[in-house]
């Protein structure tokens, strides 16, 4: 279903940018910082706040499934429109945390970013596959998105995992992602393989 937000041209300048680091849409960057939105309620002294701070001026539109749809409709609002509310929300989300997606030399306005894509397959545990693969899916995130965002973003702090039942894992990365990945394990000294099995273990370390 589509969700029609109200943001700002510099909030959608940055979300554009993430999406072109990582090497996906521009959706799934607003899908990734929805998730923690939707994980909290916002009093109304807070939302009164952002009203004043920040201007929305911007239309964009994401597509979001049901299960997010649900989430969306059980936060109080405080009497805003869906796309007013959660406009603010997001503009505040990336004003406060621009820095989780992008560097100072990410906003230089000549960088350039290879989105060509690149193809990796790796077995993963079983268990660790559904679990990501549903959290995916409940939350209208690509898996390869969630994969991308914890490679360029997030500390890596597991450093070993287990395999219980093999199953295969097809990713898609940028090629700008891949070479990360690449220096990344290099760097750690194990293969490329092991390196994304840790950034799995991670993410349900992280999530669940």
Do not use: P
């Not at 395999?163 to 293969?191: A, C, P, Q, W």
Request: include cysteine.
């Amino acid at each position: 279903m589509k969700f029609n937000i109200l943001t700002n041209k510099e909030i959608n300048h940055l979300i554009e940018i993430s999406a072109k680091k990582i090497g996906t849409s521009k959706r799934n960057i607003t899908s990734i910082a929805l998730t923690d939105i939707l994980n909290r309620s916002y009093t109304l002294d807070e939302i009164e706040q952002l009203k004043v701070s920040i201007q929305l001026n911007y239309a964009t539109t994401i597509t979001i499934n049901e299960s997010v749809g649900d989430k969306i409709n059980q936060i109080n609002r405080h009497g805003l429109s869906k796309r007013v509310f959660f406009g603010y929300l997001i503009c505040d989300y990336f004003y406060t945390n621009y820095n989780y997606f992008l560097t100072k030399n990410d906003l230089n306005d000549h960088k350039e970013f290879n989105t060509e894509k690149d193809y990796i397959q790796i077995k993963i545990d079983k268990t660790i596959k559904s679990k990501i693969s549903t959290y995916s899916d409940e939350n209208a995130i690509s898996i390869n998105s969630l994969f991308a965002h914890y490679i360029l973003n997030k500390e890596l702090t597991v450093k070993s995992y287990c395999i219980e039942g093999e199953e295969l894992l097809y990713l898609t990365f940028s090629k700008d992602v891949k070479d990360i990945i690449k220096k990344n394990s290099r760097e750690m000294n194990i293969s490329y393989r092991f390196y994304l099995n840790l950034i799995a273990a991670q993410i349900c370390n992280d999530l669940f």
